[in-house]
Protein backbone atom coordinates (compact mmCIF):
# COMPACT_ATOMS: atom_id res chain seq x y z
CA UNK A 1 0.00 0.00 0.00
CA UNK A 2 1.54 3.77 -0.94
CA UNK A 3 -0.20 4.85 2.41
CA UNK A 4 -1.77 3.61 5.06
CA UNK A 5 -4.95 4.91 7.38
CA UNK A 6 -2.81 6.29 9.92
CA UNK A 7 -0.88 8.52 7.55
CA UNK A 8 -3.40 9.36 5.48
CA UNK A 9 -5.20 10.96 8.52
CA UNK A 10 -1.79 12.55 9.54
CA UNK A 11 -2.35 14.97 6.38
CA UNK A 12 -3.71 18.29 7.65
CA UNK A 13 -6.55 20.02 4.97
CA UNK A 14 -5.98 23.75 5.00
CA UNK A 15 -9.50 25.91 5.53
CA UNK A 16 -8.26 29.05 4.22
CA UNK A 17 -8.06 30.24 0.59
CA UNK A 18 -4.38 32.25 -0.36
CA UNK A 19 -5.19 35.54 -2.38
CA UNK A 20 -2.92 36.62 -4.78
CA UNK A 21 -3.74 39.94 -6.76
CA UNK A 22 -4.05 37.69 -10.01
CA UNK A 23 -5.96 34.83 -8.59
CA UNK A 24 -7.25 32.71 -5.73
CA UNK A 25 -5.31 29.76 -4.73
CA UNK A 26 -6.54 26.65 -3.15
CA UNK A 27 -4.30 24.02 -1.99
CA UNK A 28 -5.37 21.06 -0.39
CA UNK A 29 -2.79 20.89 2.32
CA UNK A 30 1.17 21.74 2.43
CA UNK A 31 3.85 20.07 1.16
CA UNK A 32 5.87 19.79 4.04
CA UNK A 33 3.08 16.78 5.01
CA UNK A 34 6.12 14.17 5.19
CA UNK A 35 2.80 11.40 3.94
CA UNK A 36 1.62 13.45 1.35
CA UNK A 37 5.19 14.69 -0.07
CA UNK A 38 5.93 11.22 -0.73
CA UNK A 39 2.56 9.98 -2.13
CA UNK A 40 3.18 12.99 -4.62
CA UNK A 41 6.73 12.29 -5.17
CA UNK A 42 5.51 8.23 -5.94
CA UNK A 43 2.68 9.62 -8.32
CA UNK A 44 4.23 12.06 -10.17
CA UNK A 45 7.73 10.77 -10.87
CA UNK A 46 7.31 6.98 -10.03
CA UNK A 47 4.36 6.39 -12.19
CA UNK A 48 1.91 5.05 -9.26
CA UNK A 49 -1.32 6.04 -10.78
CA UNK A 50 -2.59 4.01 -7.90
CA UNK A 51 -1.94 7.36 -5.88
CA UNK A 52 -5.01 8.63 -7.77
CA UNK A 53 -6.98 6.90 -5.49
CA UNK A 54 -5.41 8.26 -2.66
CA UNK A 55 -5.62 11.82 -4.13
CA UNK A 56 -9.60 11.43 -5.13
CA UNK A 57 -10.39 10.73 -1.07
CA UNK A 58 -8.30 13.76 -0.28
CA UNK A 59 -9.86 16.35 -2.58
CA UNK A 60 -13.28 14.66 -1.23
CA UNK A 61 -12.22 15.14 2.16
CA UNK A 62 -10.86 18.52 1.75
CA UNK A 63 -14.20 19.50 -0.34
CA UNK A 64 -16.47 17.92 2.23
CA UNK A 65 -14.43 20.44 4.96
CA UNK A 66 -13.98 23.75 2.96
CA UNK A 67 -17.20 23.56 0.49
CA UNK A 68 -15.13 25.09 -2.40
CA UNK A 69 -18.87 24.33 -4.96
CA UNK A 70 -19.93 27.11 -2.86
CA UNK A 71 -17.55 29.43 -3.96
CA UNK A 72 -17.28 28.61 -8.09
CA UNK A 73 -19.79 30.19 -10.61
CA UNK A 74 -21.66 27.23 -11.81
CA UNK A 75 -20.66 27.46 -15.43
CA UNK A 76 -16.58 27.05 -14.36
CA UNK A 77 -14.64 24.77 -16.39
CA UNK A 78 -11.38 23.36 -15.07
CA UNK A 79 -8.26 23.41 -17.20
CA UNK A 80 -5.26 21.29 -16.01
CA UNK A 81 -1.65 22.55 -16.18
CA UNK A 82 -0.58 20.98 -18.94
CA UNK A 83 2.43 19.42 -19.71
CA UNK A 84 4.51 19.45 -23.20
CA UNK A 85 4.35 16.58 -25.44
CA UNK A 86 7.74 15.07 -24.68
CA UNK A 87 7.16 15.00 -21.35
CA UNK A 88 4.02 13.16 -21.78
CA UNK A 89 5.74 10.86 -23.69
CA UNK A 90 8.45 10.48 -21.32
CA UNK A 91 6.28 10.23 -18.44
CA UNK A 92 3.07 8.53 -19.62
CA UNK A 93 0.53 10.90 -18.13
CA UNK A 94 0.15 13.95 -16.67
CA UNK A 95 -0.66 14.16 -13.20
CA UNK A 96 -2.23 18.08 -13.17
CA UNK A 97 -4.54 16.33 -15.87
CA UNK A 98 -5.80 13.19 -13.65
CA UNK A 99 -5.96 15.61 -10.39
CA UNK A 100 -8.33 17.58 -13.01
CA UNK A 101 -10.46 14.82 -13.64
CA UNK A 102 -10.73 13.84 -10.29
CA UNK A 103 -11.59 17.09 -9.30
CA UNK A 104 -14.47 17.91 -11.60
CA UNK A 105 -16.44 14.65 -10.53
CA UNK A 106 -16.00 15.49 -7.08
CA UNK A 107 -17.77 19.27 -8.15
CA UNK A 108 -19.79 17.95 -11.48
CA UNK A 109 -17.82 20.57 -13.22
CA UNK A 110 -16.32 19.91 -17.18
CA UNK A 111 -12.96 19.65 -17.54
CA UNK A 112 -11.11 20.65 -20.95
CA UNK A 113 -7.24 19.53 -21.53
CA UNK A 114 -7.31 21.20 -24.46
CA UNK A 115 -8.03 24.63 -23.62
CA UNK A 116 -4.26 25.20 -22.66
CA UNK A 117 -0.95 23.91 -24.64
CA UNK A 118 2.02 23.94 -23.43
CA UNK A 119 4.55 25.57 -26.60
CA UNK A 120 7.91 24.84 -25.02
CA UNK A 121 9.61 21.57 -23.38
CA UNK A 122 10.61 23.18 -20.45
CA UNK A 123 13.34 22.27 -17.91
CA UNK A 124 11.60 20.85 -14.73
CA UNK A 125 10.98 23.37 -12.18
CA UNK A 126 11.92 20.99 -9.42
CA UNK A 127 15.57 21.29 -10.39
CA UNK A 128 15.98 25.73 -10.60
CA UNK A 129 16.29 26.89 -7.36
CA UNK A 130 16.28 30.91 -7.83
CA UNK A 131 12.54 32.35 -9.00
CA UNK A 132 13.91 34.60 -11.47
CA UNK A 133 15.15 31.54 -12.93
CA UNK A 134 11.93 29.51 -12.64
CA UNK A 135 9.91 32.34 -14.28
CA UNK A 136 12.40 32.90 -17.24
CA UNK A 137 11.88 28.84 -17.62
CA UNK A 138 8.28 28.84 -18.20
CA UNK A 139 7.83 32.49 -19.80
CA UNK A 140 5.65 32.40 -22.74
CA UNK A 141 5.37 28.68 -22.42
CA UNK A 142 1.30 28.67 -22.70
CA UNK A 143 -0.53 29.00 -25.57
CA UNK A 144 -4.56 29.08 -25.96
CA UNK A 145 -5.91 25.73 -27.92
CA UNK A 146 -9.45 24.67 -27.94
CA UNK A 147 -10.23 28.17 -26.28
CA UNK A 148 -13.10 29.50 -28.33
CA UNK A 149 -15.85 31.31 -25.78
CA UNK A 150 -12.89 32.15 -22.94
CA UNK A 151 -14.15 35.68 -22.79
CA UNK A 152 -15.73 36.22 -19.67
CA UNK A 153 -15.13 33.02 -18.13
CA UNK A 154 -14.59 30.98 -14.86
CA UNK A 155 -11.60 28.25 -14.90
CA UNK A 156 -10.33 26.35 -12.17
CA UNK A 157 -6.46 25.90 -12.88
CA UNK A 158 -5.37 22.53 -11.59
CA UNK A 159 -1.76 21.86 -10.71
CA UNK A 160 -0.21 19.24 -8.88
CA UNK A 161 2.25 21.04 -6.04
CA UNK A 162 2.31 24.86 -5.88
CA UNK A 163 6.10 26.21 -5.25
CA UNK A 164 7.49 29.52 -6.42
CA UNK A 165 3.95 30.15 -8.14
CA UNK A 166 6.03 30.96 -11.42
CA UNK A 167 4.23 27.90 -13.68
CA UNK A 168 0.47 29.07 -12.34
CA UNK A 169 1.30 32.82 -12.62
CA UNK A 170 2.31 32.29 -16.35
CA UNK A 171 -0.79 30.27 -17.29
CA UNK A 172 -2.89 32.39 -15.26
CA UNK A 173 -1.57 35.36 -17.67
CA UNK A 174 -2.06 33.20 -20.87
CA UNK A 175 -5.65 32.76 -19.45
CA UNK A 176 -6.16 36.43 -18.60
CA UNK A 177 -5.05 37.85 -22.37
CA UNK A 178 -7.74 34.94 -23.76
CA UNK A 179 -10.35 36.91 -21.71
CA UNK A 180 -11.18 34.68 -18.75
CA UNK A 181 -12.58 36.89 -16.07
CA UNK A 182 -12.32 34.64 -12.61
CA UNK A 183 -9.64 31.87 -11.97
CA UNK A 184 -9.18 29.99 -8.83
CA UNK A 185 -5.78 27.51 -8.60
CA UNK A 186 -6.38 24.36 -7.15
CA UNK A 187 -3.19 22.33 -5.96
CA UNK A 188 -2.81 19.39 -3.80
CA UNK A 189 0.07 20.81 -1.48
CA UNK A 190 1.75 23.79 -1.62
CA UNK A 191 5.28 25.01 -0.06
CA UNK A 192 6.01 27.33 2.86
Not at 31 to 36: D, F, V
Not at 107 to 127: F, M
Request: aromatic residues 8%.
Amino acid sequence: RLLCNACFKLIPIYKTLFYNPKFTLVSVSSYESKPLRKLLHAFKYDCFLDAGEILRKLIARYLAEVKLSDSLPKDSIIIPIPLHKTRVRKRGFNQSEVIAEILGKELGLPVKTNVLVRTKDTSQQIHIRKISDREKNVKNCFDIGGGEGLKNSSVVLVDDVYTSGATINEAVRTLRHAGVKNIIGFVIAKTG
